[in-house]
């Protein structure tokens, strides 16, 4: 039975397939949601990528939106590759978690338009106005389908694993009960050192600003740092102590 309300979007979700599948991160019960778009639009195909029995609270996810430049051709203007291979291996490493690999390419503009945006980024307009120009929204993303997968999988709360306090709140707003978030630094590089900024000025992100605009070796605000339901920070274990992710 569904544990969170379910949005009217999310109404054409479906459970279609699975299997278990090996990694270099180990095998993980790979878990396809088929989301109906209507006739004329065809269907999405998301995923749950699975580790270890995620029934009951506070379970380890990354919700991940794909990301065919960095995932396929490896651009290096993003950290979305190294951010989805972090969740897999934490994940692994944790034996219980779940990666949320959704179809909403370019913070949901596609992949046409997110080409667009990288043209008129060629001339120095960073990631948020690039959007802006084109007529587009910032970010256009939806979680209602990761709150599907949620209450399907029967996972009650999660430690989410993201930079991005928008996501944090998004998933609340789709009634996840999000107990703390957990950072999702990678390192930086040169290509995608404007975009970090951008999204750290623009959009809330949680990395260190002024390392970033140095260019010296950046990290969250709080290495390896999370938060409790109500933002604050706590170490992972409950002490004072903070340890970088390695």
């Known amino acids: 039975m569904n544990a969170f309300p379910r949005s009217s979007k999310a109404a054409s979700v479906v459970r279609y397939s699975e299997a278990n599948v090996p990694t270099e991160y180990g095998t993980f019960r790979v878990v396809v949601y088929r989301e109906d778009l209507g006739a004329r639009n065809g269907f999405h195909d998301h995923v749950a990528v699975v580790k270890g029995d995620v029934r009951g609270d506070d379970v380890l996810v990354r919700v991940h939106s794909e990301c065919m430049t960095g995932e396929v051709l490896h651009s290096m203007k993003c950290d979305c590759r190294e951010q989805l291979d972090l ?5 692994a490493e944790e034996g219980r978690g779940a990666v949320f690999y959704l179809r909403q390419e370019g913070r949901g503009i596609g992949l046409g338009d997110k080409i667009r945006a990288y043209a008129l980024q060629e001339r120095g307009v960073d990631t948020v106005d690039a959007n802006r120009m084109l007529g587009l929204p910032d970010d256009s993303r939806r979680y209602d389908v990761a709150a599907f997968m949620c209450a399907d999988l029967g996972i009650r709360s999660v430690v989410l694993l993201t930079n991005n306090p928008l996501k944090v709140q998004a998933l609340r707003a789709e009634g996840v009960p999000v107990a703390r978030r957990v950072s999702a630094f990678v390192e930086p590089n040169e290509h995608n050192r404007g975009y970090l900024i951008a999204k750290t000025r623009r959009m809330g992100h949680h990395l260190d600003i002024a390392a970033l605009v140095a260019g010296d070796h950046v990290g969250p605000i709080e290495p390896m740092m999370t938060e409790t339901a ?3 920070p706590i170490a ?10 390695r």
């Open 87 to 91: 969740g897999l291996r934490r994940i």
């Open 230 to 232: 109500d933002g604050e």
């Open 236 to 245: 992972p274990d409950g002490d004072t102590k903070v340890r970088p992710l």
